[in-house]
């Protein structure tokens, strides 16, 4: 059975860093791409980073969080990380990780498994 889970997810201020984590279970994570996406209240849900498959893998990130967000992918754990740096307030919502064939966060129909979600929550 394919699952994802994500932990990690807090409540913090500005500034401070986070890192999220996504356990895949029932299949291999190097073989698909996995996305990193957020939904903040009453807002659509939008990708912030991915990572393709395979060895070596190229990542894309959005713009807004460019040098403060970063993907990596474990293999021997199954895992992929978002680190998160310098948090702003703009960063708050849920962030789920999503498996599909390709690496894009241009929408969220390329993904075919969901995880669940976590709350990351910035204010002062």
């Known amino acids: 059975q394919v699952q994802l889970v994500e932990s990690g997810g807090d409540s913090v201020q500005p500034g401070e860093s986070l890192r999220l984590s996504c356990v895949a279970s029932?299949?291999?994570?190097?073989?698909?791409?996995i996305g990193w996406f957020r939904q903040a209240p009453g807002k659509e849900r939008e990708g912030v980073s991915c990572?393709?498959?395979?060895?070596?893998?190229?990542?894309i990130h959005r713009n807004s969080v460019l040098g403060r967000l970063t993907i990596s992918r474990d293999d021997r754990r199954n895992t992929v990380y978002l680190q998160m740096n310098s948090l702003e307030v703009e960063d708050t919502g849920v962030y789920y990780c999503?498996?599909?064939?390709?690496?894009?966060?241009?929408?969220?129909?390329?993904?075919?498994?969901w995880g669940q979600g976590t709350q990351v929550t910035v204010s002062s």
């Open positions: 999503a498996a599909g064939p390709g690496c894009t966060i241009s929408t969220a129909n390329a993904y075919n498994y």
């Open positions: 029932g299949f291999t994570v190097s073989d698909y791409a």
């Open positions: 990572i393709a498959s395979g060895s070596g893998p190229s990542t």
